[in-house]
């Protein structure tokens, strides 16, 4: 009787979880920050959403994990699940003069939302700005 109970106490558990992960609307919990560094050095951007399923980076409007981002040294770390709900993800950064002013944002789906932009900034180095905000702009009034 008291096995029947708990078995049955777990599967209306794993329904709650079940049900409250599709029934959440997609948000995110912790957006990437701006990142001011010195060059040489390693930072990492982190974002974590609910109701979503899968959650990527993007770097300068172009996949992380595309061969360019690659090579620049963006390298995504594996997603992991926190308390059955929350999804993180992070990427991991190697501070060099030609990622400096770079443009991060995160991308979540299936519901297909945007985090805000974050900037990764070399400190001693002057380039050319990437503005992420005219960058976002001119995407959203395409």
Not at 52 to 79: G, K, L, Y
Not at 112 to 141: D, E, K, P
């Amino acid at each position: 009787m008291l096995l029947q109970l708990c078995r049955s106490f777990l599967c209306v558990s794993l329904y709650l979880v079940i049900l409250s992960s599709i029934c959440t609307e997609a948000e995110f919990i912790t957006q990437p920050v701006s990142l001011n560094t010195s060059l040489n050095s390693t930072v990492t951007f982190t974002c974590e959403a609910i109701g979503v399923s899968f959650i990527f980076f993007i770097v300068n409007e172009a996949p992380a994990s595309q061969d360019t981002n690659a090579n620049r040294r963006f390298e995504e770390i594996a997603q992991e699940t926190i308390n059955g709900t929350i999804r993180r993800r992070q990427l991991s950064v190697h501070a060099r003069e030609i990622n400096n002013n770079t443009c991060v944002y995160c991308f979540a789906s299936p519901d297909n939302i945007r985090s805000g932009n974050a900037t990764l900034t070399i400190q001693g180095i002057v380039m050319y700005q990437f503005n992420c905000v005219i960058s976002h702009f001119f995407r959203s009034i395409r």
